[in-house]
């Protein structure tokens, strides 16, 4: 039972490069969301899905995609990286019954 | 727009203190969970309270959900090197929504 896991745990991208940060959940969760965290700032959210083939913005979701194909993955992509998305990316899920969220380690990305 | 703001954001103390975190907000949240963050890695769960005036304790730390959900507070007793980390409140504006508002953090040191 791995939890949540995330890929790559660091990435460099130059400006205008696309790139996906994988996520993967083995608990069945139908839960899943993005965040970034910036110091000072908190956990952003950027999208989330609550079930394979839905999906929806959060607080924070231009120039980032999101797709639910699956229950147990949640892939990230970076349309266009930019120097404002230099952050580190978690991702999470959670079982729609429950309250308890769990997060993977996270992807340390720089954009330069 | 929603906020959640946390007090004080940096606390430093000496072993066996007491000391009390804030998270309080306009809005009214249907829960709201408290999350430690250590470096490197994912934020952990640490209680989730879902009743306006809940109690709840968990070993040296104790939590306290606002009689009208709009605050929280987090009190640790006597301290310990251990609890030294980032501790973040989220809430969830309406149930089921699975779209949390996190704090700006509480960044917490305990000096042996």
């Known amino acids: 039972n791995a939890g949540v896991t995330q890929t790559p745990k660091f990435q460099v991208l130059k400006t205008g490069q696309s790139m996906t940060l994988q996520c993967a959940q083995d608990m069945n969760h139908e839960y899943m969301s993005w965040y970034r965290q910036d110091p000072g700032m908190g956990l952003r959210l950027i999208h989330y899905?609550?079930?394979?083939?839905?999906?929806d913005q959060g607080e924070v979701p231009n120039g980032y995609n999101v797709s639910r194909s699956t229950t147990e993955d949640f892939p990230l992509r970076l349309l266009s990286a930019a120097p404002s998305q230099t952050s580190v990316y978690f991702c999470?899920?959670?079982?729609?019954?429950?309250?308890?969220?769990?997060f993977g380690p996270g992807t340390r990305l720089t954009v330069t | 727009t929603q906020l959640l703001e946390q007090s004080p954001q940096f606390l430093s103390i000496q072993e066996g203190e007491n000391l009390t975190v804030y998270c309080n907000s306009s809005?009214?949240?249907?829960?709201l969970q408290w999350y430690r963050q250590e470096p490197g890695e994912g934020p952990v769960l640490l209680v989730t309270v879902v009743t306006g005036g809940e109690v709840k304790k968990l070993k040296r730390l104790t939590f306290q959900f606002g009689d009208a959900r709009k605050d929280s507070s987090l009190h640790i007793t006597a301290a310990q090197p251990g609890d030294t980390g980032l501790y973040l409140c989220a809430g969830e504006a309406n149930p089921g929504t699975y779209k949390y508002i996190f704090g700006t953090g509480t960044r917490l040191k305990v000096l042996a």
């Open positions: 899905s609550v079930g394979a083939g839905i999906t």
């Open positions: 809005s009214v949240f249907s829960s």
């Open positions: 999470a899920s959670r079982r729609g019954t429950t309250y308890e969220q769990y």
